[in-house]
């Protein structure tokens, strides 16, 4: 059971470039959300999906696209990157109901230059 | 929305109980979680309380909650040097998506 799956684990891009941040889960989870992790920030919501075909915006969705074709696949995509967008990205999924909570990916450690 | 508060840093000799604070805001939550973050890792679910619980307890970890204050603690028996990580409160409502705090981080030294 490979759990949450997120590649690539490292990529540097330059300013300005598009690419798309791979998250896959095997749990037949429904929930899926994006979160970004910066120092002494915690953890900011960007993106969340409750199924396949609904996704909806968190905290910081500003420079994000995502979409849920089916239940397993979450990618993000950042659509111009910017420095600001330097960060730890985590991916992670959830059953609902609340008390299983949510089972996150290893992360991407993404660099804008 | 909801804010979720934690201290930075914690810090406690190897073998002391160590006590991780956290006060939120919406008196509607509903789970309170605690997460552990290895360096170079993600998040792993500790444990969780449901909000008609005062407290919970497993086997090292007990979970305090005092919904009046709407204030969330994690204690931590007997701290090892393996318990030196970045603990994270979250809770959530309705909606099953939880708002996270900064995190606690632990050290644990001898």
């Known amino acids: 059971n490979a759990g949450v799956t997120q590649t690539p684990k490292f990529q540097v891009l330059k300013t300005g470039q598009s690419m798309t941040l791979q998250c896959a889960q095997d749990?037949?989870?429904?929930?899926m959300s994006w979160y970004r992790q910066d120092p002494g920030m915690g953890l900011r919501l960007i993106h969340y999906s409750v199924g396949a075909g609904i996704t909806d915006q968190g905290e910081v969705p500003n420079g994000y696209n995502v979409s849920r074709s089916t239940t397993e696949d979450f990618p993000l995509r950042l659509l111009s990157a910017a420095p600001s967008q330097t960060s730890v990205y985590f991916c992670a999924s959830s059953p609902g109901g609340g008390a299983a909570g949510y089972t996150f990916g290893s992360g991407t450690r993404l660099t804008v230059v | 929305g909801e804010d979720v508060e934690q201290s930075l840093f914690l810090s406690v000799r190897e073998g002391d109980s160590s006590v991780i604070n956290c006060t939120y805001t919406d008196s509607s939550s509903t789970y309170l979680y605690w997460y552990k973050q290895e360096p170079g890792a993600g998040l792993q679910l500790l444990t969780y309380i449901f909000s008609n619980m005062d407290m919970k307890q497993d086997q090292r970890l007990t979970v305090l909650l005092n919904k009046k204050d709407k204030h969330l603690s994690l204690r931590i028996a007997d701290t090892q040097t393996g318990d030196s990580a970045i603990y994270f409160c979250?809770?959530?409502?309705?909606?099953?998506?939880?708002?996270f705090g900064r995190g606690t981080s632990l050290i644990v030294h001898p």
């Open positions: 749990m037949n989870h429904e929930y």
């Open positions: 979250a809770v959530s409502g309705g909606s099953y998506i939880p708002t």
